[in-house]
């Protein structure tokens, strides 16, 4: 069993920061690509950021500049600072790793429960 578990989400004004982290756990043998997604209210889910695990990444064009994905391969965890945070910026945001269970088995995409980020004065 792999488990994603989130956490830092809160309520924040707008011009704040907040750190997200995910902690992977379970059977991992190794990870691949994690990265963060993030869902509004009536929205698709869609990408933020996300980091291979020789540590290039990518970001969404609305989060350039603002928001940094980093991760701690040591410890199966993916963090994701947010600066200069916006109301539109409200989301559940989720983690997301591809990893694998054994040496030769195959990897699998695992998602966390979601942690609430909402940006209002």
């Known amino acids: 069993q792999v488990q994603l578990v989130e956490s830092g989400g809160g309520l924040v004004q707008p011009g704040g920061s907040l750190r997200l982290s995910c902690v992977a756990s379970g059977s991992i043998f190794s990870i691949n690509d994690m990265g963060w997604y993030r869902q509004a209210p009536g929205q698709e889910r869609e990408l933020v950021a996300s980091t291979t695990s020789g540590g290039r990444s990518s970001y969404a064009d609305s989060v350039k500049g603002r928001f940094t994905i980093s991760r701690d391969n040591a410890k199966n965890t993916v963090y994701l600072q947010m600066n200069s945070l916006k109301p539109e910026d409200t989301a559940v945001y989720y983690c997301?790793?591809?990893?694998?269970?054994?040496?030769?088995?195959?990897?699998?995409?695992?998602w966390g429960q979601g942690t609430q980020v909402t940006v209002s004065s």
């Open positions: 997301n790793a591809v990893l694998s269970g054994a040496k030769y088995a195959p990897s699998y995409n695992y």
